[in-house]
């Protein structure tokens, strides 16, 4: 029989995170305010020259998801431009020195994405910084649960979500894709409330059914210049967001009703984003990739 020692059992791969021990934070959340720190990869991702050589530019690359993407980047062997809101900078800081202990380019760049014109300044400056543009990774994001629905949910809160959701999605990825070249590709984060919505995340859900869309008729209008645009859709993954979003009551048992028992790290999503931009999906473009923790995403 063949050694099984390295296989991991899904349901325990990783640690349980102290939700019941986790207070309240103020948003956006800081990685330094969870009492378990999320797992982004920092001592078990290993990259193999996947991506060498390439550009990438990460929203939202400061903590949770876009730290463990801009990590792998980089192990892989490319150079990764990540952005932030400016209270997240210390966060910013410590991704950008993960990509450089790869030995690679990292530069972290305050932009506050619901504004066209830094989107713009992004793209270009991000393009001048790496001296190309391969890979950009939509990763940005804002929730705010609301506990009595669409009644809690305000036209201020409405426009903020779907600016950071969907609208800088739509700027990103106009500018980038106006300079990318063959073999380059776009990958944005949807999630499962994009199959499954909330109710309390009614606005969330709805920017996220709009990110799986989008990609499907990015994709089918870049095909012909040889560039992919896919999307990964997260289930319940373990960031600063979470308890920066919801309330205790909603986050005390977070991640426990998928079929694994339990909620994913940023590690966990990394891998997705690496085959995705990787030219081993040369032949993908188009689709969403669940990694939900065994939830269907229809």
Same mark, same amino acid.
């Given at each position: 029989?063949?050694?099984?020692?390295?296989?991991?059992?899904?349901?325990?791969?990783?640690?349980?995170?102290?939700?019941?021990?986790?207070?309240?934070?103020?948003?956006?959340?800081?990685?330094?305010?969870?009492?378990?720190?999320?797992?982004?990869?920092?001592?078990?991702?290993?990259?193999?020259?996947?991506?060498?050589?390439?550009?990438?530019?990460?929203?939202?690359?400061?903590?949770?998801?876009?730290?463990?993407?801009?990590?792998?980047?980089?192990?892989?062997?490319?150079?990764?431009?990540?952005?932030?809101?400016?209270?997240?900078?210390?966060?910013?800081?410590?991704?950008?020195?993960?990509?450089?202990?790869?030995?690679?380019?990292?530069?972290?760049?305050?932009?506050?994405? $619901?504004?066209?014109?830094?989107?713009?300044?992004?793209?270009?400056?991000?393009?001048?910084?790496?001296?190309?543009?391969?890979?950009?990774?939509?990763?940005?994001?804002?929730?705010?649960?609301?506990?009595?629905?669409?009644?809690?949910?305000?036209?201020?809160?409405?426009?903020?979500?779907?600016?950071?959701?969907?609208?800088?999605?739509?700027?990103?990825?106009?500018?980038?894709?106006?300079?990318?070249?063959?073999?380059?590709?776009?990958?944005?984060?949807?999630?499962?409330?994009?199959?499954?919505?909330?109710?309390?995340?009614?606005?969330?859900?709805?920017?996220?059914?709009?990110?799986?869309?989008?990609?499907?008729?990015?994709?089918?209008?870049?095909?012909?210049?040889?560039? $992919?645009?896919?999307?990964?859709?997260?289930?319940?993954?373990?960031?600063?967001?979470?308890?920066?979003?919801?309330?205790?009551?909603?986050?005390?048992?977070?991640?426990?009703?998928?079929?694994?028992? $339990?909620?994913?790290?940023?590690?966990?999503?990394?891998?997705?984003?690496?085959?995705?931009?990787?030219?081993?999906?040369?032949?993908?473009?188009?689709?969403?990739?669940?990694?939900?923790?065994?939830?269907?995403?229809?």
């Amino acid at each position: 029989m063949a050694d099984q020692h390295h296989i991991s059992d899904p349901q325990n791969a990783f640690p349980m995170p102290d939700r019941a021990g986790q207070a309240e934070i103020p948003h956006p959340g800081l990685t330094a305010d969870l009492v378990s720190a999320p797992d982004h990869g920092e001592d078990s991702y290993r990259g193999s020259n996947r991506l060498s050589g390439r550009k990438a530019l990460i929203t939202g690359g400061d903590s949770g998801i876009g730290r463990a993407v801009a990590l792998a980047f980089a192990r892989e062997g490319a150079d990764v431009v990540i952005t932030y809101l400016e209270a997240e900078e210390s966060d910013a800081r410590t991704t950008v020195q993960l990509i450089e202990a790869a030995g690679r380019s990292g530069t972290a760049v305050p932009c506050d994405v $619901r504004d066209e014109s830094q989107c713009s300044r992004l793209v270009t400056s991000a393009f001048e910084t790496m001296g190309g543009l391969d890979i950009v990774v939509n990763n940005a994001a804002f929730q705010m649960a609301q506990m009595g629905g669409i009644a809690d949910i305000t036209t201020e809160q409405f426009d903020r979500v779907l600016k950071t959701n969907l609208y800088a999605l739509f700027w990103i990825s106009k500018q980038a894709s106006a300079i990318m070249m063959p073999g380059a590709t776009i990958i944005n984060t949807a999630s499962i409330q994009a199959s499954n919505p909330s109710p309390e995340l009614l606005d969330y859900a709805t920017t996220k059914a709009g990110i799986v869309a989008f990609t499907k008729g990015l994709a089918g209008d870049l095909a012909s210049r040889g560039i $992919r645009v896919n999307a990964v859709a997260p289930g319940p993954i373990w960031t600063p967001l979470i308890p920066a979003t919801m309330p205790s009551s909603k986050y005390e048992n977070f991640g426990e009703a998928v079929p694994l028992g $339990r909620p994913g790290q940023p590690a966990e999503l990394a891998p997705a984003y690496v085959f995705l931009a990787s030219g081993e999906s040369s032949y993908i473009t188009g689709e969403t990739i669940a990694v939900t923790g065994g939830t269907p995403f229809n």
